[in-house]
């Protein structure tokens, strides 16, 4: 019985902590990037653990597509031509919904990070590998990948990010005189 109100007070307390970080993306990011760093860093001077690392990036590419898909997107049916979004004027507007929020993206890539640093002090699991090959295999994957989203982004005309996009200033409405 103990035992389970351990485990209550410790998810309030977790579930406190992400409700008082979830507004400060910046911060955040900041934090995982300095983190990131922090394990790149030591895997560089320990000249070791190359496999985790790999296994690291391709968790987070893998999140990455996850974040710039939308949720309605079907692209392993390319072929079928059947666009998702609307591609009409007539189409009823249908908001960018990704199929991973930023806040899971963040979340998800911080605790695989910690879970990454915390793997590089465990000698067992440093598996002797030419790191070269990783590297190599990383950067085709990667450009294969990104290669087939771009090209789906193109084909649906889409842009998951809010650079480049028109904003409305609030209160003000176009043909309206106050």
């Given amino acids: 019985m103990e035992e389970s109100g ?4 410790l998810r309030i307390y977790i579930q406190t902590y992400v409700d008082r970080i979830t507004p400060h993306m910046k911060k955040r990011w900041l934090i995982t990037s300095i983190l990131l760093f922090f394990f790149f860093q030591r895997v560089i001077s320990l000249k070791g653990y190359y496999v985790i690392a790999y296994c690291l990036s391709i968790y987070i590419l893998n999140l990455f597509l996850r974040f710039l898909t939308p949720i309605m997107s079907d692209m392993e049916d390319e072929e079928s031509d059947n666009p998702v979004l609307p ?14 929020n930023e ?3 963040w979340k998800n890539t911080f605790i695989g990070t910690v879970i990454s640093v915390y793997c590089t002090f465990i000698e067992s699991l440093d598996i002797e ?3 070269p090959v990783l590297v190599v295999y990383f950067i085709i994957l990667f ?4 290669r087939r989203q771009i090209a789906h982004m193109y084909k649906h005309g889409y ?5 480049g996009k028109t904003t409305y200033q609030s209160g ?5 005189e106050d």
Wanted: a positive charge.
């Fill in 172 to 176: 003000k409405l176009r043909g309206r």
């Fill in 129 to 131: 590998v030419f790191w």
């Fill in 143 to 146: 450009v294969a990948t990104m």
């Fill in 6 to 9: 351990f485990k209550e007070r």
């Fill in 103 to 105: 806040f899971s993206f």
């Fill in 87 to 100: 591609m009409r004027e007539s189409n009823e507007f249908k908001p960018f919904l990704r199929k991973l």
């Fill in 159 to 163: 842009i998951p990010f809010d650079f």
